[in-house]
């Protein structure tokens, strides 16, 4: 994956990825269209492939490097140690309500009908690690091509920028709670890039963010027995 960072990306090419990520994510966010959990992940895809190509795509998926496993569990442990944290502090010294999360009413049904809804997060996940992982990429790719600033700078500013959009995209999911997704939501995301960054592969995140979000829906369906 990092191998891309490396890659001159074209700023046409950039520009209409950010745009299919926007149609996908506008998609998923309108109600009533069957395939809408699966849109962001496939738009994401094509976004990759339209600017670094098929073995872009395969760089991005790559094989994770050796340790993965524990860096994806080091990641869950620190998204709950800063969620916990930040929540309390929006909370306690901001005075900040939190809001809650709209897809706990997914949960809400039978049995099967919240298995299925799992079932469908695991794309809805995925399609919002691609979602930031590519844009993290564009951007590192640009700032090391284009203002000749050192790439390890330029990974602290995407990260960081990335961050913010993941907590832009939230605002819709905790009812437009500024504080919770620009503080909680956007702090929380960090683990997540850094296990993808340090796995040289998307996968771990991936897989760091579906255990993180599985432990919560699973508090939401066991609430529900």
């Known amino acids: 994956m990092k191998l891309l960072f490396q890659e001159e990306v074209k700023v046409s090419r950039a520009l209409v990825a950010f745009l299919l990520l926007v149609i996908g994510f506008a998609i998923l966010m309108t109600p009533n269209i069957p395939v809408s959990f699966f849109i962001v992940l496939l738009s994401g895809l094509i976004g990759s492939w339209l600017v670094f190509g098929l073995d872009g795509v395969k760089k991005i998926f790559s094989r994770p490097k050796k340790g993965a496993i524990k860096y994806i569990l080091l990641s869950i442990v620190a998204a709950y140690a800063i969620s916990i944290s930040t929540g309390a502090i929006s909370k306690f010294i901001l005075h900040e309500a939190p809001a809650t999360n709209a897809i706990k009413e997914q949960f809400n049904g039978s049995i099967l ?12 996940i995925a399609g919002e690690e691609i979602l930031v992982i590519l844009p993290l990429i564009i951007f590192i790719s640009l700032l090391v091509h284009k ?15 990335t961050a913010i959009i993941f907590g832009a995209i939230h605002l819709p999911t905790y009812q437009w709670n500024m504080f919770q997704c620009f503080l909680v939501v956007a702090l929380t995301r960090i683990p997540f890039t850094i296990v993808s960054l340090k796995s040289d592969s998307i996968i771990p995140g991936m897989i760091g963010h579906i255990g993180f979000d599985w432990i919560i829906f699973a508090g939401m369906i066991i609430s529900q027995l």
Do not use: G, R
């Open 147 to 161: 203002t000749k600033i050192s790439q390890s700078k330029a990974v602290i500013i995407s990260t960081i920028i």
């Open 113 to 124: 009908d919240s298995f299925v809804m799992l079932f469908k997060t695991i794309f809805m």
